[in-house]
């Protein structure tokens, strides 16, 4: 027989085990996955000049950074990035909050939000260079836009679902309608908001990379556009890998703010 | 003398694009201060509807609703609401919860603690003020949002099934504290239920509802016996069988004739 003590142990033994074996296979899968391609490349299996290899691109990373021709494009994006994300995620929760406090005003904008959602925004990204002017702000925007529209929607609903029950708590107080948002749809929807921030950071990057493919002359898109046009390809994965590396950041970072956010304001 | 509540003729109905239901129809009678009232009927005879219209929450249709001689949406009474569930905000600590009625108000919060306290003492919950309402159990839960309707001190006390989603033991022992509560600091109640023995154990009179759309069917008083007793003493009590048989009774005349609805 083992003891209450032991049985435990086990428990925490096969977790611990478990969790081993899936960092093995998830670091194997990575390892696999550059030797084939460096493999491929070198025994041209591919073609180099397009599919370049892990060497080649490390390589040309370093060169990049030691020659500092890397980081002004990189923070170039990044600022757009944060930027448009911040912007296109406040502004969808003010829209949202005005739509909920005018309820003639959300039905009068009703078809025009359905038309907008189901627009592919990057289709306007000419009409916004051209109101705007082919710059920061132009790219900001289109970081902006991909991402508003769907957060006003999300939270919108969101408001809308809150337990009607705790609206007649606060009424029975004789709460007025900006005290029912503030003592209970705005914490009910937090959740809401916080996993439509983790959404916004992917729509944000898109926006933004698609709006330096379009306009810009720095920036992790306009690399990619460039290494494109001048059969750079190793340059061209470069700048994705960048990319990969600091959307999955900025990803872990919304991730850090959640767990913050739902430990405080629970 | 003015009685306390009066409600006269009032009649409301739900519209919908469809159509329009008439929940309660033509229901009059008054409430004296510190009577406890029970309004008892099937699910869907309008019970909950009354209520929220002596809240303020919705606004009846038709007919006039008194406090304290002046129409409802003129009155500054404060008036105490307890629903099926306990509705705390998860978000809010136990204190923070209860002193949600004097921050709506704008009033000095503080100065509401040492009394949310006591209250809290009251009930029987200590140590509980700095937790958040997913730590405490149903029945604790309830007694909190007893603490945060009584903090305000309500002149009337709505009660909409708040004991049905409790355990029959937890129901039995807060029916008991909220009895006493109430009688110790004259509160007038009105409590709507669909358990018989409920509104026999904690009011003074009952008002039995029709279905479809809710009326007054007929109002029974609890023998002054029955009134003296805490809830729980009362279902021990020979009187309280007789009353209950007669309510019984009359449910069943009104299911035969088909006056009560089926659910």
Not at chain 1, 6 to 18: A, I, P
Not at chain 1, 126 to 137: E, L, R, S
């Amino acid at each position: 027989m083992k003891t209450d003590r032991q049985l435990f142990e086990q428990y925490h033994q096969n977790l611990k085990r478990e969790k081993r074996i899936i960092h093995v296979w998830q670091i194997s899968i990575i390892i696999a996955f550059f030797l084939i391609w460096e493999a491929a490349s070198r025994l041209y299996w591919v073609d180099p000049l397009l599919f370049s290899s892990p060497s080649r691109i490390f390589q040309s990373l370093l060169d990049r950074f030691a020659a500092g021709t890397m980081v002004p494009h990189l923070s170039v994006t990044l600022f757009e990035t944060i930027l448009g994300f911040l912007i296109g995620t406040i502004g969808g929760v003010i829209v949202a909050t005005l739509l909920w406090s005018f309820t003639r005003f959300s039905k009068i904008m009703d078809p025009y939000l359905v038309v907008l959602n189901a627009m592919p925004k990057v289709a306007l990204g000419p009409m916004i260079i051209v109101a705007f002017g082919p710059g920061y702000t132009s790219i900001i925007m289109m970081g902006v836009l991909v991402s508003v529209i769907i957060t006003t929607l999300t939270v919108y609903s969101a408001y809308n679902e809150v337990d009607p029950n705790y609206l007649k708590v606060l009424k029975s107080f004789g709460a007025t309608r900006w005290q029912c948002f503030k003592e209970a749809i705005f914490p009910a929807t937090l959740p809401t908001m916080i996993s439509t921030l983790k959404v916004n950071v992917g729509l944000s990057w898109v926006g933004v990379i698609v709006g330096e493919y379009l306009v810009s002359k720095e920036g992790l898109g306009y690399l990619i556009i460039y290494g494109f046009q001048v059969f750079d390809f190793t340059l061209v994965m470069s700048s994705l890998v960048i990319i990969a590396l600091l959307a999955a950041m900025m990803y872990k970072v919304v991730e850090k703010i959640e767990a913050w956010l739902i430990k405080h304001t629970k | 003398m003015v009685n306390f509540l009066t409600l006269e003729h009032v009649t409301h109905h739900y519209f919908s694009k469809e159509g329009y239901t008439k929940a309660i129809d033509n229901i009059s009678f008054s409430v004296d201060e510190g009577e406890f009232v029970s309004i008892l009927g099937p699910s869907g005879c309008g019970k909950s509807t009354i209520l929220s219209i002596i809240a303020g929450i919705i606004k009846n249709t038709q007919g006039n609703v008194y406090l304290e001689g002046k129409p409802i949406k003129d009155s500054k009474l404060a008036i105490g609401y307890m629903l099926q569930q306990d509705y705390l905000f998860p978000w809010k600590t136990i204190m923070n919860n209860i002193l949600l009625g004097p921050k709506i108000n704008r009033k000095n919060t503080d100065s509401y603690k040492k009394a949310a306290l006591e209250l809290l003492q009251e009930v029987g919950l200590q140590n509980v003020e700095n937790q958040y309402p997913s730590s405490l159990s149903g029945g604790m839960r309830q007694r909190a949002a007893l603490v945060r309707t009584l903090i305000n001190d309500p002149k009337i006390l709505l009660l909409d099934e708040p004991f049905s989603a409790l355990d029959y033991q937890t129901k039995l022992k807060l029916e008991d504290l909220v009895g006493t509560i109430l009688k110790t600091y004259n509160k007038t109640a009105i409590l709507v239920t669909h358990d018989i023995g409920e509104a026999i154990a904690m009011s003074d009179r009952i008002l039995l509802m029709n279905k479809g759309p809710g009326s007054l069917a007929k109002i029974f008083s609890v023998p002054k016996e029955l009134r003296e007793e805490t809830p729980l003493e009362v279902r021990k009590h020979p009187q309280y069988q007789i009353l209950f048989d007669e309510i019984w009774e009359e449910l069943d005349k009104r299911e035969e004739t088909g006056k009560v609805g089926v659910i």
